[in-house]
């Protein structure tokens, strides 16, 4: 069984930034992709940033140019470097990765941009 564990989440001022980490534990051969989401309040999960095995990126609209999502295969770690934060950027994000035959996800990490 694959774990995931979120850590990086916390308060931050709007124009702030913030970077998440998520590392993953378990019998882990390879892992296809990896990917944030997040969820704010009355809202439903949305992604954020996808990367796949050979580093090809996708991200929401809302955070182009401004989130950049990164992984090191060799630790199965996948980070998101949130810069120009806006209030609208707060919610619960979730770490999930993803391959053949299983897929995780992590447990949540609280992000609030408030002034």
């Known amino acids: 069984q694959v774990q995931l564990v979120e850590s990086g989440g916390g308060l931050v001022q709007p124009g702030g930034s913030l970077r998440l980490s998520c590392v993953a534990s378990?019998?882990?051969?390879?892992?296809?992709?990896m990917a944030w989401y997040r969820q704010a309040p009355g809202k439903e999960r949305e992604l954020v940033a996808i990367?796949?095995?050979?580093?090809?990126?996708k991200y929401a609209d809302s955070v182009k140019g401004r989130f950049t999502i990164s992984r090191d295969n060799a630790k199965n770690t996948v980070d998101l470097q949130m810069n120009s934060l806006k209030p609208e950027d707060t919610g619960v994000y979730y770490c999930?990765?993803?391959?053949?035959?299983?897929?995780?996800w992590g447990q949540g990490i609280q992000v609030t941009v408030s002034s």
């Open positions: 378990g019998i882990i051969v390879s892992i296809n992709v």
């Open positions: 990367i796949g095995s050979g580093g090809i990126t």
């Open positions: 999930y990765m993803a391959a053949g035959g299983w897929n995780s």
